[in-house]
């Protein structure tokens, strides 16, 4: 299994305040990826990385920003929560690493996000 | 944009029965995966399969990525096969590997 954690698995928060969701890697993929699953719709993507402090918007990113100072790390930040954030949230990690060709995509655990 | 469907959005099977998922894509994708989502929302990976034809186990996909669709096919099912199963049609760009995702089928193996 890729090793990928999120944190935290669940949480509970009101609306107006700031989240921070963290996705954690120790594969040393150079790409991470920030999905949400909602009923009806799959997952979509919010953000991406592709390096340090390089990253770009996905088809749902209002209302979410994120930052990558680490290879390892990706933080997905909602500024001020609303209800219609709440969901479950998906970190993937992907390659190539050196010398690989493929870009599979590889989730974490996520983590289930409520806004009351 | 780029679609995905898949069919059917939902499956009930006895168990050891065969079925066959399908997974229509737009001509921007150039990559496909195919993922399992088990009842404890856990997203495992089946296939990466841009084209052609893989198995594991009981499970095999091919891809026709001329023709824009791909196919699951899971043979013998077991309960444990329950759960959704999502295809995922990727765009390959410096910034990665930009996956949209089907709604998924919902399938039920029951014994």
């Known amino acids: 299994d890729a090793g990928i954690t999120q944190s935290p698995r669940h949480k509970v928060t009101e609306t107006g305040t700031p989240v921070t969701l963290r996705c954690h890697q120790t594969e040393n993929h150079r790409y991470m990826y920030w999905y949400r699953q909602d009923p009806g719709h799959g997952l979509r993507l919010i953000h991406y990385?592709?390096?340090?402090?390089?990253?770009d918007k996905g088809e749902v990113s209002d209302g979410y920003s994120v930052s990558r100072s680490k290879t390892e790390d990706f933080l997905l930040t909602l500024e001020s929560a609303t209800s219609s954030q709440t969901s479950v949230y998906f970190c993937?990690?992907?390659?190539?690493?050196?010398?690989?060709?493929?870009?599979?995509?590889?989730f974490g655990p996520g983590t289930r996000l409520t806004v009351t | 944009g780029i679609q995905v469907e898949q069919s059917p959005p939902d499956l009930i099977l006895q168990e050891g029965a065969n079925s066959t998922l399908r997974c229509n894509f737009s001509d921007s994708v150039n990559n496909l995966q195919w993922f399992h989502q088990n009842p404890w929302g856990q997203l495992i990976n089946l296939f990466y399969?841009?084209?052609g034809t893989k198995q594991n186990g009981r499970l095999s996909a091919t891809t026709v990525a001329t023709e824009r669709y791909s196919l699951l096919y899971i043979s013998s099912s077991q309960t444990t096969d329950s759960g959704v199963y999502f295809c995922?049609?990727?765009?390959?760009?410096?910034?990665?590997?930009?996956?949209?995702f089907g709604t998924g089928t919902q399938l039920k193996v029951e014994l």
């Open positions: 990385s592709y390096g340090v402090k390089d990253t």
């Open positions: 399969i841009p084209s």
């Open positions: 995922a049609g990727g765009i390959l760009t410096g910034g990665g590997n930009k996956l949209t």
């Open positions: 993937a990690i992907s390659g190539p690493l050196a010398g690989g060709k493929t870009y599979e995509q590889y």
